[in-house]
């Protein structure tokens, strides 16, 4: 009862603003970094291949068929039904031609589209993407499916949160975040669900603000009975983050143990907790804002 009421206490602090006419923002995911070995590439239902510079078509991709990129130096090269050509452009776009159709890399299917960039250290291939569409990636990548609505709607929160505080934080190798628990597990469409895709729905462009901005929103998988404060895990303070009780005792301490605890918001959620309490107790003296 006691930790109920400190949720509730909490939770008063957070208000719902609008931001009208704003578009949902989209963000660049890293897919491989400077890769060296041959990278598999699709196209679910017919696609293009493009010159990224010009925005010339270099050819019409099949649907469900695979072609193989290899940097060579100089040039890209692409192996397609046993036959090997040299591209006109060390940037190439690949995209889907059809609404419902998705690309391929890396084993697993996305939304959006690919840019693909040469250089001597290899290829660097982002998935350009929705943001939206990126997070109905990132939420059961992160969070079982079969975990509570309501701890969906949290990292839904948390996890748009972290994405749009760290815009451009990888801008070095020319995107914004990559697909790996470095910054947010993100493995496309492969792993999607209805329920999900509800509870990022259900809270569309909505962030944590603190003085007016968008918070990094750290999370964990578990911090083992209590959450660790960023300064003694990193030597630096935020505001917005204490130690505090994590609820998941029952795992032990999986991850760096700062922010919110994903087993602790499932857990409070089980416990009758909606998203915005457990927000509201995990992230202090914070505001939710709606971007878009």
């Known amino acids: 009862m006691q930790a109920k009421m400190k949720i509730y206490r909490f939770i008063l602090l957070i208000a719902l603003c609008f931001a009208l006419g704003q578009p949902a923002k989209a963000i660049k995911i890293g897919l491989f970094t400077n890769y060296k070995d ?18 010339e078509y270099i050819l019409v991709m099949e649907a469900m068929k695979p072609y193989w990129l290899e940097s060579k130096g100089d040039y890209i090269k692409l192996t397609v039904d046993k036959k090997r050509y040299k591209l006109p452009s060390n940037e190439i776009i690949i995209k889907p031609t ?22 001597r250290n290899g290829l660097t291939l982002i998935n350009d993407v929705d943001m939206e569409d990126y997070l109905k990636g990132v939420v059961p990548s992160e969070m079982p499916a079969s975990w509570n609505q309501e701890a969906h709607k949290a990292q839904a929160i948390a996890a748009r949160s972290y994405a749009i505080a760290n815009l451009g934080k990888r801008l070095e190798y020319g ?118």
């Not at 041959?38 to 925005?55: F, R």
Request: net charge positive.
């Open 175 to 292: 995107y914004d975040l990559n697909d790996t628990p470095q910054d947010q597990n993100y493995l496309g469409v492969s792993r999607r669900t209805t329920k999900t895709d509800g509870a990022v729905e259900a809270t569309r462009g909505q962030v944590l603000v603190y003085n007016d901005k968008v918070i990094r929103a750290y999370y964990c998988a578990s911090a083992g009975g209590q959450t660790a404060s960023p300064k003694d895990v990193w030597g630096s303070a935020l505001p917005y983050l204490e130690s505090v009780k994590s609820f998941d005792e029952n795992v032990g301490k999986k991850g760096h143990g700062v922010g919110m605890s994903q087993h602790g918001a499932n857990n409070l959620a089980n416990m009758g907790y909606d998203a915005y309490q457990i927000l509201g107790y995990f992230y202090k003296n914070v505001l939710l804002r709606k971007m878009y």
């Open 38 to 55: 041959t990278i598999t590439v699709g196209v679910s239902s017919g696609g293009v291949m493009q010159n990224a510079k010009t925005g």
């Open 98 to 119: 059809k609404n419902n159709g998705v690309v391929y890399a890396k084993k697993h299917w996305y939304k959006g589209h690919f840019l693909v960039t040469n250089s």
